[in-house]
């Protein structure tokens, strides 16, 4: 059978517009990282008409990504994710493009943030984050991320607004993304786990023992399919409307999606911020002693 772009996209009409529907046909997003979230919000993207995406990723899938990465299969097991992605994506557009980098991606970069309308952080390597947050800064281009968190989450980074690393006081200022330490690593992450504790009831909703073994480095992160998947397509929507040019109330600091209380959980007002983190922390020194 032939395919249709018009006829692929025909049932989004309603949601958007035609005019709107070409410009997603003509966008351009990169994409680093195609596993879990970065993974999920591609498939969201791809099949909402989006016509071209550059995706990197350094990994091949293996079983363990089976409980959440839409791209892994048996099929794909041992494949290049990124491959393995590309391919998924031309069996739902045949005229979609898709540009593939491995682990050279780092040397494409400026390239890729260039040329992309919207970037998508779907790693979790604190390195690879901090390089792609300096150059989108530099190209004065839009990241859409998300929390290491239990409840699905999303903020998007616009140019003139801080950076993870600035905005939660990681350890790497001035550091050369390749050169970050294991110390630093580790304390970036405890900023980021902090921040989740504070600002949601993400705590509340997984085994806090198990989550203090992932804090001291002696277990692999905790990782659930319907988390992982909505957090894709809360990305996904980010997206879209970056490129349609629709207002968003989503901003650097983002918020939780608590589908346990049917509720959305925003940033907590700054002074009971302050108030609580020293508990916190003692909270967090005890799970990783344990």
């Known amino acids: 059978m032939d395919f249709s772009y018009k006829e692929f996209t025909t049932r989004n009409i309603g949601f958007v517009t035609k005019g709107e529907q070409d410009r997603l046909k003509n966008a351009n997003l990169f994409v680093c990282g195609t596993g879990g979230m970065g993974g999920a919000a591609i498939m969201a993207l791809v099949r909402a008409g989006v016509g071209s995406f550059t995706i990197a990723d350094l990994d091949e899938f293996e079983v363990s990504n089976l409980n959440r990465q839409l791209f892994c299969t048996m099929k794909t097991v041992a494949k290049h994710k990124a491959e393995a992605t590309r391919d998924a994506c031309l069996d739902i557009n045949p005229e979609a493009k898709l540009n593939v980098y491995h682990d050279d991606w780092p040397d494409h970069i400026e390239t890729a ?28 281009k839009t990241v859409v991320d998300a929390y290491a968190s239990p409840l699905p989450s999303v903020y998007v980074t616009r140019a003139h607004e801080k950076m993870p690393e600035e905005r939660l006081g990681y350890p790497t200022i001035n550091t050369n993304w390749n050169e970050i330490t294991d110390e630093q690593r580790l304390q970036s992450f405890l900023r980021e786990a902090e921040y989740v504790i504070i600002n949601s009831s993400s705590r509340k909703h997984i085994d806090n023992a198990i989550a203090g073994e992932v804090a001291a480095g002696v277990r692999s992160r905790m990782s659930f399919a319907p988390m992982v998947i909505s957090t894709g397509m809360l990305m996904a929507y980010e997206c879209i409307g970056g490129i349609l040019g629709r207002q968003s109330p989503t901003d650097a600091q983002g918020w939780f999606f608590n589908p346990y209380s049917a509720r959305i959980e925003r940033p907590t007002n700054p002074l009971l911020a302050a108030t609580m983190r020293p508990f916190v922390r003692r909270f967090m020194q005890r799970l990783m002693a344990q």
């Open 113 to 140: 943030i260039e040329a992309a309308d919207i970037v998508i952080n779907g790693t979790d390597d604190l390195g690879a984050s901090l390089l792609i947050y300096r150059t989108a800064r530099k190209f004065k």
